[in-house]
């Protein structure tokens, strides 16, 4: 998949602009609060419908505008047919998304139409963070390889969401809390068992992935699915019961898995330093990437806030040489010029100063 157009408007500083992108490489290079990372937000707007910097888009809107634009026009590797892709948002809160000019319901709708990846200054949350963001990850490589997984994910939310409502009430209705919890065990065991299959695959990724990458130790990453795995999610709800009832939410279940991801036995937070953890996160994402190509055929965009800082050199080198021969299209920022210096060597681009909101190729 690639962007080969885009149209920005009112996204912070970033007032009207119209640009081709490269199919291959897109470096954008400026000075502090010139509007790289706006850049790259506009586009994750299109592809996911929110911001990675805030969770109220308000702020997202240009002052003293009304709303936000972004369209862009869409390439599948395979057919090479155009699309069309936007999203609006008003300072109150209005949001529309369209897909050739039909109106999309949800923001999957749009995540499927425009997979991307983003690295950036938060992304050792990933690794440092809680399991919220390791479930994440998984689920957006379920998401976007298995059809029907936003579906059974969906169904365990909401009897999730049931079964604690119930069990929060005074007068619990047993014959109810009986269904909902055999609609999230039958959810949750479907959705643990396709997450342990992609990391499966995903693990054989990471091994080719690697190869690109100087050894950072031997890699291992655990799936915790979020119950005791010596006995059934059933069983454990039951021995949990009384707890659940007296807390009033569900301690057990797909909602609380978690990935181990440790190096030569320890975990990788624990152990990397800063560079090496930032390097690790770009191999599970380009490893992800590389399994969304196999299954999907079609190619992830990635959008790499502040390229070098965190990494040197030889090693910024070797995340841009992966993404070329995984021909994933990327969009890179930077403060200077010259840090990009000789690391595209042999990788067709094009170059973008962004100065006080405005982009010209360079
Ligand atoms: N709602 C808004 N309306 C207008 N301008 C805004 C709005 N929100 C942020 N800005 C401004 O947009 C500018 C662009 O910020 P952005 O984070 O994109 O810069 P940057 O080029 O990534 O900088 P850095 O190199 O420091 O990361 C900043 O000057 C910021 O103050
Ligand atoms: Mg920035």
Same mark, same amino acid.
Request: net charge neutral; aromatic share 8%; with cysteine.
């Given at each position: 998949?690639?962007?080969?157009?885009?149209?920005?408007?009112?996204v912070r500083?970033?007032?009207?602009?119209?640009?081709?992108?490269?199919?291959?490489?897109?470096?954008?290079?400026?000075?502090?609060?010139?509007?790289?990372?706006?850049?790259?937000?506009?586009?994750?707007?299109?592809?996911?419908? %929110?911001?990675?910097? $805030? /969770?109220?888009?308000?702020?997202?809107?240009?002052?003293?505008?009304? !709303?936000?634009? @972004?369209?862009? =026009?869409v390439?599948?590797?395979?057919?090479?047919?155009?699309?069309?892709?936007?999203?609006?948002r008003?300072?109150?809160?209005?949001?529309?998304?369209?897909?050739?000019?039909?109106?999309?319901r949800?923001?999957?709708?749009?995540?499927s139409?425009?997979?991307?990846?983003?690295?950036?200054a938060?992304?050792?949350?990933?690794?440092e963070?809680?399991?919220?963001?390791r479930?994440?990850?998984?689920?957006?490589?379920?998401?976007?390889?298995?059809?029907?997984?936003?579906?059974?994910?969906?169904?365990?939310? %909401?009897?999730?969401? $049931? /079964?604690?409502?119930?069990?929060?009430?005074?007068?619990?209705?047993? !014959?109810?809390? @009986?269904?909902? =919890?055999?609609?999230?065990?039958?959810?949750?065991?479907a959705?643990?068992s396709h997450r342990?299959n992609?990391?499966?695959?995903?693990?054989?990724?990471?091994?080719?992935?690697?190869?690109?990458?100087?050894?950072?130790g031997?890699?291992?990453?655990?799936?915790?699915?979020?119950?005791?795995?010596?006995?059934?999610?059933?069983?454990?709800?039951?021995?949990?019961?009384?707890?659940?009832?007296?807390?009033g939410?569900?301690?057990?279940?797909?909602?609380?898995?978690?990935?181990l991801?440790?190096?030569?036995g320890?975990?990788?937070?624990? /152990?990397?330093?800063r560079?090496q953890?930032?390097?690790?996160?770009?191999?599970?994402?380009?490893?992800?990437?590389?399994?969304?190509?196999?299954?999907?055929?079609?190619?992830?965009?990635?959008?790499?806030?502040?390229?070098?800082?965190?990494?040197?050199?030889?090693?910024?080198?070797?995340?841009?040489?992966?993404?070329?021969?995984?021909?994933?299209?990327?969009?890179v920022?930077g403060?200077?010029?010259?840090?990009?210096?000789?690391?595209?060597?042999?990788?067709?681009?094009?170059?973008?100063?962004?100065?006080?909101?405005?982009i010209?190729?360079?």
């Open positions: 998949m690639q962007l080969s157009a885009l149209q920005i408007l009112h500083n970033l007032d009207t602009i119209t640009l081709q992108c490269n199919p291959d490489a897109n470096v954008l290079f400026g000075d502090n609060g010139s509007g790289k990372t706006s850049f790259l937000e506009s586009i994750y707007l299109l592809g996911r419908g %929110r911001s990675f910097r $805030q /969770r109220d888009l308000k702020s997202v809107v240009q002052s003293g505008t009304k !709303e936000l634009v @972004v369209a862009g =026009t390439r599948s590797d395979q057919s090479r047919s155009p699309s069309s892709l936007g999203v609006k008003s300072r109150e809160g209005r949001f529309e998304a369209r897909h050739n000019g039909e109106t999309l949800s923001a999957s709708q749009l995540a139409q425009l997979p991307l990846q983003l690295v950036d938060h992304s050792f949350i990933l690794l963070g809680g399991a919220l963001q479930r994440q990850f998984v689920d957006w490589g379920v998401f976007h390889v298995e059809h029907g997984f936003g579906s059974i994910w969906r169904r365990m939310q %909401r009897a999730l969401k $049931q /079964r604690n409502h119930l069990l929060r009430h005074d007068r619990m209705d047993n !014959e109810q809390l @009986v269904s909902w =919890t055999r609609e999230f065990v039958s959810a949750s065991d959705i643990a342990e992609y990391l499966s695959e995903l693990e054989l990724e990471i091994a080719t992935i690697s190869k690109y990458f100087d050894g950072l031997a890699l291992t990453i655990e799936y915790i699915n979020g119950w005791d795995k010596k006995v059934t999610l059933a069983d454990a709800l039951e021995s949990d019961f009384e707890k659940d009832r007296r807390l939410k569900t301690h057990q279940g797909s909602h609380r898995a978690d990935l991801v440790k190096i030569d320890t975990p990788a937070a624990e /152990r990397l330093s560079g953890l930032k390097r690790l996160i770009y191999i599970l994402k380009l490893a992800q990437a590389s399994l969304y190509k196999k299954r999907t055929t079609e190619s992830c965009i990635f959008l790499l806030d502040d390229l070098p800082a965190e990494l040197d050199r030889c090693h910024r080198k070797q995340v841009l040489d992966c993404l070329s021969q995984l021909s994933c299209q990327f969009f920022t403060t200077e010029k010259a840090d990009f210096k000789d690391l595209l060597v042999n990788i067709a681009h094009q170059m973008f100063h962004v100065e006080h909101g405005e010209f190729p360079a």
